[in-house]
């Protein structure tokens, strides 16, 4: 053991990932080090607070409050940066990788933010950003991607990446709840976070769709360029119309590249999945991604995208990668400052071009000759519906109708919507989901 190298580590962060990786590194430590062949240390620790109470024992010794010292010291081989946010973490990573260090990181906002800055300081200084936990959590999704699916190039990849969402969905649906108690309820679980909004408002499955695009076609496409829709204006009555229609409802990313064009179009909404498919049927926290491949064909990851144990699990397989990198050189990993072959030439499509089937519930006066007018409005916007369902409305003297349309696009649906909305006998703003007929 003597003449093993030593790797020591540097864990900026110990809150609910940080711990979880300082306990299940801790129960491992010894087997890591026999199969990697190498002495694996975390030397510092850097939290916020050093009175703070937690659930693992750190010496008091290996903590700091400094984390930008944990990427300049000279003893440190590897970053684990686990603090979330996008300033000390961007300056962290920066640091780290301008030493050549390696940077683990499963900070996603980050990423996105700085993605482009990022890999090219690691390029540039020959230090290495691994970032497996920042997507899917436990789901070895990045790997998947670079790795296991290096000969395909990708036409679709789509999934429930935001576990909150998927459960506040399946209990909506399996509870025939509101939206409101079941948030409620998810708060007071953990489930979601007491600030629910960059969850319900699709900005984190966001980050992790860009963040999915650049992986898959090497094009960084911020969230301000998709279309991002959430999921708090679903009502329980949205489920059992979707139901009668043969679907479910799952808030999904969805990135898509056309080869002939060479255009990818990246979105975030919650969207009707056939009631059959492997997606519509993963409930809960659980997160789930369909990857089709030109060679592969489609393959499909379930697993828990966040959580404590789950991301220990993505983080610690970033630090057994980036020890055997450190001790044997690159090998046969992927890193991730490596552009996908399939890169060159790929340009985001403009989202009103993007193509689709609709679901379009309006509100509207409950009397003769609404319907006529609100067909007119689809057909003079090129919308050719496809079935109508009307329902009463919790709203007195109103009814609830549901259109579903045949396929359109994002323009031709924005400018119905507007007309509709201009119309005396539409009583609130139109729910506009889209029909995922997606295979997986
Ligand atoms: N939680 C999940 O399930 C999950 C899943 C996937 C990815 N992630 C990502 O993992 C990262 C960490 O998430 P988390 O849930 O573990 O967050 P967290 O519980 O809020 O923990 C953050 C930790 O970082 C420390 N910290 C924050 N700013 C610091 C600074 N400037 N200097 C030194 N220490 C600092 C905090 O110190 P104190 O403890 O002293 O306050 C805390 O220990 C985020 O990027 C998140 O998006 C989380």
């Known amino acids: 053991m003597s003449n093993r190298r030593t790797i020591n580590i540097g864990l900026c ?18 087997e890591l080090e026999a199969r990697l062949g190498a002495r694996i240390v975390i030397r510092r ?32 081989d590897i970053v684990c940066e686990l603090m979330g946010g996008t300033e000390a973490a961007r300056a962290v990573t920066l640091r780290a990788l301008r030493l050549g260090k390696v940077v ?57 990446l935001n576990g909150t969402c998927n459960y506040i969905l399946t209990q909506m649906e399996d509870l025939d709840a509101p939206y409101a108690s079941v948030l409620e309820e998810a708060k007071r679980l953990g489930y979601a976070e007491a600030q629910e909004s960059l969850d319900v408002e699709g900005w984190d499955t966001a980050h992790k769709a860009s963040i999915l695009a650049w992986l898959a076609h090497g094009v960084w496409v911020r969230p301000e360029q998709m279309i991002v829709e959430g999921i708090e204006r679903i009502t329980p009555a949205d489920f059992k119309n979707a139901a009668s229609l043969g679907y479910g409802i799952k808030l999904l990313g969805i990135i898509t590249r056309d080869f ?50 789950a991301t220990a699990s993505a983080v610690i397989s970033d630090i057994t990668d ?20 399939a890169s060159r030439g790929a340009r985001m499509a403009p989202p009103e071009r993007i193509r689709g089937r609709y679901y ?33 409305s919790e709203r007195p003297g109103s009814a609830s109708l549901v259109l579903t349309t045949h396929e359109s696009d994002e323009r031709s649906v924005r400018a119905a919507l507007r007309s509709l909305c201009a119309l005396g006998s539409v009583r609130e703003e139109p729910l506009l989901l889209r029909i995922g007929d997606l295979e997986d």
């Open 104 to 160: 683990v990181s499963a900070n996603k906002a980050l990423i996105c933010a700085h993605g482009a800055e990022i890999f090219a300081a690691a390029r540039r200084h020959g230090g290495h950003f691994l970032f497996e936990a920042s997507v899917a959590g436990g789901i070895p999704l990045i790997k998947a991607i670079r790795e296991g699916l290096v000969a395909n190039r990708f036409a679709r990849i789509y999934g429930i």
């Open 322 to 341: 980036a020890v055997a990198l450190l001790l044997h050189g690159k090998g046969a990993h992927f890193m991730g400052e490596e552009l996908p072959p």
């Open 360 to 392: 379009v519930r309006l509100t509207v006066a409950d009397r003769p000759g609404v319907l006529a007018r609100v067909a007119t409005i689809m057909a003079r916007n090129r919308m050719s519906i496809a079935s109508v369902i009307q329902n009463p």
């Open 13 to 30: 962060g110990l809150g609910t990932v940080g711990q979880g990786v300082w306990k299940h590194f801790g129960r491992l430590r010894a």
């Open 260 to 309: 002939e064009t060479d255009e990818i179009s990246v979105r975030v909404h919650p969207t009707l999945l056939p009631e059959g498919s492997v997606l519509a049927r993963v409930s809960g926290v659980f997160n789930a991604i369909s990857v089709s491949g030109d060679v592969v064909g489609t393959t499909v990851y379930i697993g828990r995208g966040a959580g404590q144990d």
């Open 45 to 76: 620790v850097a939290v916020r607070s050093l009175s703070k109470a937690r659930a693992v024992k750190v010496p008091r010794a290996k903590l700091t409050t400094d984390a930008l010292a944990l990427a300049t010291d000279p003893g440190i």
